[in-house]
């Protein structure tokens, strides 16, 4: 077993070396840039692209025409939240998005509040999920998007985006889901739940960095956005940029590994994802599970353990990755905004751990990492000064949820 263990395949995944394989003659010998239409490297280019076009779009049900390549979930989140707001600002000026977001969706959405839109950000239930009645209550006859992610990055809760899409489809409002924690990992169809418009990033799902796809349904007269980079044309004319052809083909080759394997990868973690729980709760007592057990994401685990300091509890960790929220405020010292918006306090927020399984884990691994976590936190209980001024009324009522 080799140490450093990672259990952060929710920040990243490592390139699957069968993807690494698809791309490489993309880097040297089929080089040429997908735009050139005069000669063959720009005609093999331009084939390869497209090719990995039909593997993402068949991974979420979609149309190959619907994906457009993008540098990351981030610029599609960007490109659908501010493309749908200048596309139809002479229509409406209302958003519709979720406390429990990821940053590139609730920083996008108060930039636009900047520039005079309206932003609706709903709670959340202590078990981490939106009531859809919440949803239908925020539509407003000036609403033109309503934001809400799949699954989300910190505590693997799977949203009720079914539900939320029809409200969509019945309000003739575009539905944008960030679904990048989600696909890959458990089924997703564009269709089943009336998407508009679905951000995806192939570094989450066993692909390289770099690169992302935003589906933008042709069809949906509510999905009409305006493209937020210019130069070129590229991509609909909603993406200028030359494509980053070795990272859309380890993209596409992600993606069809992903549809064939997700099925028995999810039974499989989501086994070892449960013996880590159960064993952490055999051995340790006051164990807080953050989010819903029942819709969750198969390789999640979050969890928090009362009176201890958690500042102290990271830095114990030394031979296991893990981290105590999203990759993207990893810098910041304030507590999860989105074990906040659960209802934690302070102190319990702090004191997490999340926990991202992975193709490479392996019960070996998991039996360490529980028996380590375990040795650590009942240390650190002993050291600490808040094990003596734990409120066990709220535990209580967390442990209740779980």
């Known amino acids: 077993m080799k140490r450093p263990i990672y259990l952060d395949h929710h920040a990243t995944t490592p390139v699957d070396p069968r993807v690494v394989e698809a791309m490489v003659p993309y880097f040297t010998e089929t080089f040429g840039n997908a735009a050139s239409r005069n000669h063959a490297f720009g005609w093999a280019a331009r084939d390869a692209v497209e090719h990995a076009r039909v593997q993402v779009a068949g991974l979420i049900g979609a149309h190959p025409k619907d994906i457009i390549f993008t540098s990351g979930a981030t610029e599609a989140d960007n490109l659908a939240i501010a493309g749908i707001a200048e596309a139809f600002r002479s229509r409406g000026d209302h958003i519709v998005t979720c406390v429990t977001e990821h940053r590139a969706v609730l920083?996008?959405?108060?930039?636009l509040e900047e520039?005079?839109?309206?932003?609706?950000?709903?709670?959340?239930?202590a078990d981490g999920r939106i009531n859809p009645d919440d949803?239908?209550?925020?539509?407003t006859d000036r609403t033109i998007l309503i934001s809400v992610m799949a699954a989300n990055n910190e505590i693997g809760a799977i949203q009720p985006v079914e539900a939320i899409g029809a409200i969509a489809r019945e309000r003739g409002v575009a539905f944008h889901t960030d679904a990048v924690q989600a696909v890959g990992k458990i089924p997703f169809n564009v269709d089943a739940i009336n998407a508009d418009l679905v951000s995806l990033s192939a570094h989450k799902m066993y692909g390289p960095k770099g690169v992302g796809a935003l589906y933008v349904r042709r069809k949906s007269s509510a999905a009409s956005i305006a493209g937020q980079i210019q130069g070129g044309g590229h991509e609909r004319g909603l993406r200028a940029g030359t494509l980053n052809v070795p990272g859309i083909v380890g993209f596409g080759a992600a993606a069809g590994f992903c549809q064939a394997e997700m099925a028995a990868e999810g039974a499989r973690t989501r086994e070892l994802r449960d013996r880590l729980l159960e064993a952490l709760r055999r051995d340790l007592e006051d164990v807080v599970v953050n989010g819903s057990l029942e819709h969750r994401l198969p390789h999640n685990l979050n969890v928090s353990f009362t009176g201890l300091e958690g500042e102290a509890l990271l830095m114990a960790v030394d031979d296991i990755a893990v981290s105590s929220g999203s990759a993207c405020t990893s810098a910041s010292k304030e507590p999860s905004y989105v074990l906040k918006a659960l209802g934690l306090a302070d102190d319990l927020a702090r004191a997490s751990i999340r926990f991202g399984l992975g193709r490479s884990t392996t019960a070996e691994e998991i039996d360490y990492v529980?028996?380590?976590?375990?040795?650590?936190?009942?240390?650190?209980?002993?050291?600490s000064p808040l094990a003596q001024h734990v409120d066990e009324e709220p535990v209580a009522s967390l442990r209740r949820l779980n």
């Open 115 to 125: 520039r005079g839109l309206s932003v609706s950000y709903l709670p959340v239930a």
């Open 370 to 383: 529980s028996a380590k976590i375990t040795s650590i936190v009942r240390r650190l209980r002993e050291m």
């Open 135 to 139: 949803v239908r209550l925020a539509v």
């Open 107 to 111: 920083d996008t959405c108060r930039h």
